[in-house]
């Protein structure tokens, strides 16, 4: 009960009518990191607000009273591993996990957020709806639809709510591969009525979101969120945050303050949403607003800056809303292997960057980059050390890390068709005992992290039976080797889906799901990337 008293909501739900839509829509996670998704927010509320609804939410660890028989159970899907978690709530609310195994009278399951949109199919036998791109107008196109065939029986339902774009139904499409291991020939639909392709939905306006509810049970406590920018217009090649949302919105200055200061009545923690936050073009603007006295007491964290828009005043700012460092992806300390992913960004800027955090107050900055990335040779990783090297020295006594992760190729960018460099790992060794050397703190992260995500990154259907089999075995990399030895000659070797280049021609897993780009402006980014070699 502490968990409902203890949420302020910044909307007013609707009451539903008798005859509303009993819904559940879960997280599948704990409440806390749940109710601090942004996204899950949203969804909630536009179904809350609805009186042809009736909502109650689901996490892994806390529940609000459910329906017997909800006819429609919607997922949130952030972050791949919770796939397992999927799996048990629908378990615990005894509908079968497969789509195909569905009886009329159980709930249509549905699913959206980033982990479905970059690439569904992995997890398309666990869904009969799967909601593509943005929820803003989506959720209410699905909605709508839905109300139009209610009483209709499930095929006739998943028919017609295919017919909404950007509704994808998994099960109206066949897959056909040219062998039980090899690649994928064709994906189409069932028959001439449903569409070939689906559609990301892309919502355009200046109005973004913000926070729904603010609780001191969330991760970040008691936090409102404002998104101030959508997508990125960076699009460094590898970038899904960027490729996949495209285009970049921006929120005008004229919704974005009210929403703050709406936010700001019951709470004093402010978090600035966007893969690229300080690219707004009134950013110095909103800065010199929250800078007024009257915000004196707000903590204040910004979710992403450019490295070259870190000047000392925006250090000082963050400094005075008690932020202590500053993060910014580098990706490289080689500014021909930035070239290489279209990462605008020299090392001179860098280095400036923490010299202006220092000056600002800052007591630390925090530096990301990335190893394995395509065309990356041994000496752009001793590059990243000299690049560390010189930072240390040139804002001495700020606090440094550097974050690394291992290249992940991600759907819908440029990148799609390269595998995971088996090198990555001896990289992410030799950066410890350099950096080590140098008193620089590294944080890398788990190059078999790396290898799983990669694996669901370029997942196709066939890999259904390893994660349900995995998820008995838990989720290390052992276990999806495990998984990969008993369905020998059944699906394809890890290897495929990880480490291989693909060919340009290659039918992919999403070729039928529609991003913001086509393939062919994929390759003439890739192309270009080549040049730069
Ligand atoms: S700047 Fe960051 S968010 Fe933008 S495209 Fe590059 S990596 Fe992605």
């Given at each position: 009960?502490?968990?409902?008293?203890?949420?302020?909501?910044?909307?007013?739900?609707?009451?539903?009518?008798?005859?509303?839509?009993?819904?559940?829509?879960?997280?599948?996670?704990?409440?806390?990191?749940?109710?601090?998704?942004?996204?899950?927010?949203?969804?909630?509320?536009?179904?809350?607000?609805?009186?042809?609804?009736?909502?109650?939410?689901?996490?892994?660890?806390?529940?609000?009273?459910?329906?017997?028989?909800?006819?429609?159970?919607?997922?949130?899907?952030?972050?791949?591993l919770?796939?397992?978690?999927?799996?048990?709530?629908?378990?615990?609310?005894?509908?079968?996990?497969?789509?195909?195994?569905?009886?009329?009278?159980?709930?249509?399951?549905?699913?959206?957020?980033?982990?479905?949109?970059?690439?569904?199919?992995?997890?398309?036998?666990?869904?009969?709806?799967?909601?593509?791109?943005?929820?803003?107008?989506?959720?209410a196109?699905?909605?709508?639809?839905?109300q139009?065939?209610?009483?209709?029986?499930?095929?006739?339902k998943?028919?017609?709510?295919?017919?909404?774009?950007?509704?994808?139904?998994?099960s109206?499409?066949?897959?056909?591969?040219?062998?039980?291991?090899?690649?994928?020939?064709?994906?189409?639909?069932?028959?001439?009525?449903?569409?070939?392709?689906?559609?990301?939905?892309?919502?355009?306006?200046?109005?973004?979101?913000?926070?729904?509810?603010?609780?001191?049970?969330?991760?970040?406590?008691?936090?409102?969120?404002v998104?101030?920018?959508?997508?990125?217009?960076?699009?460094?090649?590898?970038?899904?945050?960027?490729?996949l949302?495209?285009?970049?919105?921006?929120?005008?200055?004229?919704?974005?303050?009210?929403?703050?200061?709406?936010?700001?009545?019951?709470?004093?923690?402010?978090?600035?949403?966007?893969?690229?936050?300080?690219?707004?073009?009134?950013?110095?603007?909103?800065?010199?607003?929250?800078?007024?006295?009257?915000?004196?007491?707000v903590?204040?964290?910004?979710?992403?800056?450019?490295?070259?828009?870190?000047?000392?005043?925006?250090?000082?700012?963050?400094?005075?809303?008690?932020?202590?460092?500053?993060?910014?992806?580098?990706?490289?300390?080689?500014?021909?292997?930035?070239?290489?992913?279209?990462?605008?960004?020299?090392?001179?800027?860098?280095?400036q960057?923490?010299?202006?955090?220092?000056?600002?107050?800052?007591?630390?900055?925090?530096?990301?980059?990335?190893?394995?990335?395509?065309?990356e040779?041994?000496?752009?990783?001793?590059?990243?050390?000299?690049?560390?090297?010189?930072?240390?020295?040139?804002?001495?006594?700020?606090?440094?890390?550097?974050?690394?992760?291992?290249?992940?190729?991600?759907?819908?960018?440029?990148?799609?068709?390269?595998?995971?460099?088996?090198?990555?790992?001896?990289?992410?060794?030799?950066?410890?005992?350099?950096?080590?050397?140098?008193?620089?703190?590294?944080?890398?992260?788990?190059?078999?992290?790396?290898?799983?995500?990669?694996?669901?990154?370029?997942?196709?259907?066939?890999?259904?039976?390893?994660?349900?089999?995995?998820?008995?075995?838990?989720?290390?990399?052992?276990?999806?080797?495990?998984?990969?030895?008993e369905?020998?000659?059944?699906?394809?070797?890890?290897?495929?889906?990880?480490?291989?280049?693909?060919?340009?021609?290659?039918?992919?897993?999403?070729?039928?799901?529609h991003?913001?780009?086509?393939?062919?402006?994929?390759?003439?980014?890739?192309?270009?990337?080549?040049?730069?070699?």
């Amino acid at each position: 009960m502490t968990i409902l008293q203890d949420e302020k909501l910044l909307f007013t739900p609707a009451i539903p009518h008798s005859d509303a839509i009993r819904t559940i829509f879960a997280f599948p996670n704990q409440y806390s990191v749940g109710i601090t998704s942004l996204g899950y927010q949203i969804v909630w509320a536009t179904l809350a607000l609805r009186s042809d609804i009736q909502v109650s939410r689901l996490f892994t660890d806390f529940q609000e009273s459910l329906p017997r028989y909800p006819e429609l159970v919607g997922f949130s899907f952030s972050w791949e591993l919770d796939y397992v978690n999927i799996l048990s709530l629908l378990e615990s609310l005894e509908i079968p996990c497969h789509s195909h195994q569905r009886q009329d009278r159980q709930a249509i399951i549905f699913g959206g957020g980033p982990v479905l949109t970059a690439n569904p199919e992995p997890f398309a036998a666990f869904f009969d709806v799967i909601l593509l791109g943005d929820g803003e107008n989506l959720i209410a196109d699905f909605i709508n639809a839905y109300q139009e065939v209610r009483n209709a029986d499930r095929p006739t339902k998943l028919r017609h709510l295919s017919q909404v774009p950007g509704v994808y139904v998994p099960s109206l499409y066949t897959v056909n591969y040219d062998s039980p291991e090899g690649e994928i020939t064709a994906i189409l639909p069932i028959d001439n009525n449903v569409p070939a392709f689906v559609s990301k939905q892309t919502y355009r306006s200046n109005t973004l979101s913000a926070s729904t509810v603010v609780t001191k049970q969330a991760a970040w406590e008691n936090i409102y969120m404002v998104e101030v920018v959508r997508s990125c217009p960076e699009m460094c090649r590898f970038c899904l945050a960027s490729y996949l949302t495209l285009p970049f919105r921006t929120a005008s200055l004229e919704s974005l303050i009210p929403a703050i200061e709406k936010g700001l009545k019951v709470t004093d923690r402010l978090g600035l949403l966007g893969a690229s936050v300080s690219q707004h073009p009134e950013f110095e603007t909103l800065l010199d607003y929250l800078f007024q006295p009257k915000f004196e007491g707000v903590r204040l964290s910004i979710a992403s800056v450019r490295t070259n828009t870190v000047t000392e005043k925006l250090a000082r700012i963050l400094s005075q809303r008690d932020t202590k460092s500053i993060t910014i992806a580098v990706e490289s300390g080689s500014d021909r292997l930035r070239e290489i992913i279209n990462k605008k960004l020299a090392n001179d800027e860098i280095i400036q960057a923490a010299i202006n955090a220092k000056a600002g107050g800052l007591k630390g900055i925090k530096l990301y980059g990335m190893v394995g990335i395509p065309g990356e040779e041994t000496e752009d990783i001793a590059a990243t050390v000299e690049m560390l090297i010189a930072l240390k020295k040139a804002a001495s006594g700020l606090r440094i890390s550097f974050g690394c992760s291992t290249f992940v190729p991600k759907s819908h960018t440029p990148f799609q068709w390269f595998g995971v460099n088996k090198m990555a790992e001896k990289r992410l060794k030799y950066l410890e005992k350099q950096l080590g050397k140098q008193g620089i703190e590294f944080r890398p992260e788990s190059y078999n992290w790396s290898v799983i995500q990669a694996l669901l990154s370029r997942g196709d259907r066939r890999l259904t039976s390893l994660l349900e089999l995995t998820r008995g075995y838990g989720d290390s990399l052992g276990s999806y080797k495990r998984a990969f030895k008993e369905l020998k000659g059944q699906i394809p070797p890890l290897d495929y889906y990880v480490h291989q280049q693909w060919r340009l021609e290659q039918v992919l897993p999403w070729s039928h799901l529609h991003g913001s780009l086509s393939s062919n402006v994929l390759v003439k980014h890739l192309e270009d990337s080549q040049t730069k070699r």
